[in-house]
C-alpha cells in the first residue's frame, strides 16, 4: 500500500551504511519519519530531491516498521534560503522547533501554511544587522508558540481580566503567561515575583506581534524597544521550551561573529 504526502524535510540522519532516515512535517500527517533505501549511494537521484526548504510531494510505501521512500517530486523550491547562511539559520530555527517540539503523526494545516509562510518571507528578507536578524528569530519563534497556545496573553490580566485598555501600569509574566496589573503584583508579591514593569508602547507591541504579519518585524518603529522585545520574547520561549535549542545558540554564534568581523 502506498500514499502521496506533501512535506518538507526538517531532519535526517544516516541509517546502517546506504539508508537514511529522513523527518519530514507534512500537511497530510504532520511530522513523519520515512526511511529512505540506498539514499547514501553515490549519484542517488531520490536523495538529491530530499533537500530541506523544499515543499515535496513524497509517495511512501507502508512498510512493517517504517515508512519507505517510494518516489519524490519537488514542487516549491525555497533555494534562497539554502544559499545564505544567515537564511538558513532562520529556517533551521523553525524546522527545529517542529522537530523537537511538536509530536509525532499530528498533522495541522494552520501550522503547516504558516511554515510555508514563513520560508516565503524568509527568503525575501534583505540582509539584516545582527540586533534586528536576533529579534526576527526570536519573533517567529514566539509568532509559532502563539500558534500552538503559548503566546504571551496581552488582552487582559492574567489574575484579575482586568482588560489591557484598563491596565495603567502593566507588568509582563512569563511563569503566568502574559498582562499582570500592577494592583495583582503588589498583592500577590510572591506568585508574581518573576514580573517585569514595561511601558504601554511595550505592551501594544507584544499584542502586535503575536498576529501580526511577518513584514511588520522590520518596522523601524520597533527600533527603540527592540532589545526589551528580544528579551521578553526569549523568557518566553525559553520557559516553554524548556529545552536547549540548538538553534538559538547557532544564531548567537553568528551575531557574536559578524560583530567581531565587524569592528
Ligand atoms: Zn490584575
Not at 539559520?89 to 524546522?95: E, S, V
Not at 511595550?202 to 499584542?207: C, E, K, M, N, S
Not at 525559553?238 to 560583530?259: G, I, K, M, T
Request: charged share 25%; net charge negative.
Amino acid at each position: 500500500m502506498t500514499s502521496i504526502i506533501t512535506g518538507v524535510v526538517i531532519a535526517s540522519r544516516d541509517h546502517k551504511e546506504t539508508d537514511r532516515f529522513y523527518t519530514v512535517y507534512s500537511r497530510e500527517r504532520g511530522k513523519i519519519r520515512i526511511l529512505a533505501k540506498g539514499t547514501r549511494k553515490f549519484k542517488s537521484k531520490l536523495a538529491a530531491h530530499m533537500t530541506p526548504f523544499t515543499e515535496l510531494q513524497i509517495m511512501i510505501a507502508h512498510g512493517k516498521m517504517w515508512p519507505k521512500l517510494a518516489s519524490v517530486e519537488r514542487q516549491i523550491d525555497f533555494r534562497c534560503i539554502r544559499e545564505d547562511l544567515t537564511l538558513y539559520g532562520l529556517g533551521l530555527g523553525l524546522n527545529e522547533l517542529l522537530y523537537r517540539a511538536i509530536g509525532d503523526q499530528e498533522p495541522d494545516d494552520k501550522l503547516y501554511d504558516f511554515l510555508i509562510d514563513a520560508y516565503s518571507w524568509i527568503q525575501t528578507l534583505p540582509e539584516l544587522e545582527s540586533q534586528r536578524l536576533q529579534f526576527v528569530h526570536s519573533a517567529l519563534t514566539l509568532k509559532w508558540l502563539v500558534m500552538i497556545g503559548f503566546g504571551p496573553h496581552c488582552d487582559a490580566c492574567v489574575s484579575c481580566h482586568k482588560a489591557h485598555t484598563e491596565v495603567s501600569d502593566p507588568h509582563v509574566t512569563v511563569s503566568h503567561g502574559g498582562l499582570v496589573c500592577h494592583v495583582c503584583v503588589v498583592e500577590r508579591r510572591l506568585q508574581f515575583a518573576d514580573a517585569r514593569r514595561i511601558s504601554s508602547e511595550t505592551l501594544a507591541a507584544l499584542r502586535f506581534l503575536a498576529t501580526a504579519p511577518f513584514e511588520s518585524l522590520l518596522t523601524e518603529e520597533l527600533d527603540p524597544i527592540l532589545e526589551l522585545l528580544i528579551d521578553i520574547q526569549d523568557e518566553f520561549i525559553h520557559y516553554h521550551l524548556e529545552r536547549d535549542l540548538r538553534v538559538p545558540v547557532f544564531l548567537d554564534q553568528l551575531v557574536a561573529s559578524n560583530r567581531e568581523t565587524s569592528t
